[in-house]
């Protein structure tokens, strides 16, 4: 009787065994064939996606030389544009990075060129990848335009001075300068200024020199990637904080350069309580531009003005607008 039960309870254990391996087995197939048609659909695609979603190059750090680190610092744009101040600007806008927010937006995302405002990003690279030996040597190809820190042929100076030749005299030579004597040389240098724009996630930005002078092709950006080249200037590197905020400096002369007095005349740093300088640009396909850094009464503020017939006062009227949208004051100013 025991020896029969036995047998049963075997018999029992093995039906379900079977079951479940069954069970298992069909588990596996539908497994397999959801994964070969997902795969099927991917390849079939208009845009074939690669089953194991790599970087793009221009994220990669292997590919792409600019990436120091991934920045996709990407707020999230206005659905409405509207230029309630009636700005003559093409294009304008302020967001306060103190609370993460637009304040103005007036055609954000048009492409317009962008003049010596191509130098904040001629400062990123300079910052990112410096000589090591930090001597930067003058040669008379570097002595273009009309905008200069008057740099002569053959001085050699520092990263820091050349930087506030570029940031506040807006210096041609300065930037030609620091191009050339890259790691990479000028070339590649503004290759990999279209590399480090990609690498931000600036879709709609391009440069062919270090200056933004007109003349190499084209050149363009939009006050949207303006404002992300600016915010990751400013977040990212302390000296270029601290040298878009000066107002003037000597710097004394060396043994390998002459005397430099430069002073920053064409922003608000003296004329507007708050502002901490950036950059102006002007050529006439770009008309006047300034991107301008506001940190007041708790408001840390970027605003862009491109192709305006008044810059300084049509950023003076776009400050004292967007502070008061959030209930400051705006101070006194010239």
């Not at 191009?179 to 062919?208: C, E, I, Y």
């Not at 043994?255 to 708050?274: Q, V």
Request: charged share 20%; hydrophobic share 35%.
């Amino acid at each position: 009787m025991h020896l029969l039960q036995g047998v049963e309870i075997l018999g029992s254990i093995e039906r379900v065994m079977s079951a479940k391996k069954l069970l298992f087995l069909i588990l596996v197939i539908l497994i397999s064939c959801a994964s070969a048609a997902a795969k099927s659909y991917l390849l079939a695609a208009p845009n074939p996606i690669s089953p194991t979603s790599p970087l793009p190059s221009y994220l990669s750090a292997t590919d792409n030389t600019s990436v120091t680190s991934l920045s996709l610092w990407l707020p999230e744009k206005p659905p409405i544009s509207s230029n309630p101040l009636g700005l003559t600007a093409r294009s304008a806008l302020a967001y306060d990075m103190t609370e993460n927010k637009f304040l103005y937006s007036d055609n954000i995302s048009q492409q317009m060129p962008m003049a010596s405002l191509t130098k904040i990003m001629t400062a990123i690279l300079t910052l990112e990848h410096p000589r090591q030996d930090d001597r930067y040597v003058v040669q008379p190809a570097n002595i273009v335009g009309e905008d200069s820190m008057g740099l002569s042929a053959g001085e050699v100076l520092s990263k820091k001075e050349l930087l506030y030749g570029l940031i506040l005299n807006s210096g041609n030579d300065a930037a030609e300068t620091l191009a050339t004597d890259s790691p990479w040389g000028r070339n590649t240098f503004v290759d990999v200024m279209n590399q480090k724009a990609k690498s931000l996630g600036l879709s709609d930005t391009h440069f062919t020199n270090p200056t933004g002078l007109q003349g190499d092709g084209d050149q363009h950006t939009t006050a949207y990637d303006l404002l992300v080249m600016t915010h990751y200037a400013l977040t990212g590197f302390p000296e270029f904080r601290d040298i878009a905020a000066t107002t003037y400096i000597n710097l004394d002369q060396t043994d390998t350069h002459k005397a430099y007095y430069i002073e920053n005349e064409t922003n608000l740093l003296t004329s507007y309580p708050g502002v901490k300088g950036v950059k102006t640009g002007y050529t006439p396909e770009a008309g006047m531009c300034l991107v301008t850094y506001l940190d007041y009464q708790g408001h840390k503020i970027i605003a862009v003005v491109l192709n305006s017939d008044d810059r300084r006062g049509e950023m003076k009227d776009l400050l004292d607008y967007v502070l008061k949208e959030e209930g400051v004051t705006p101070p006194r100013h010239g």
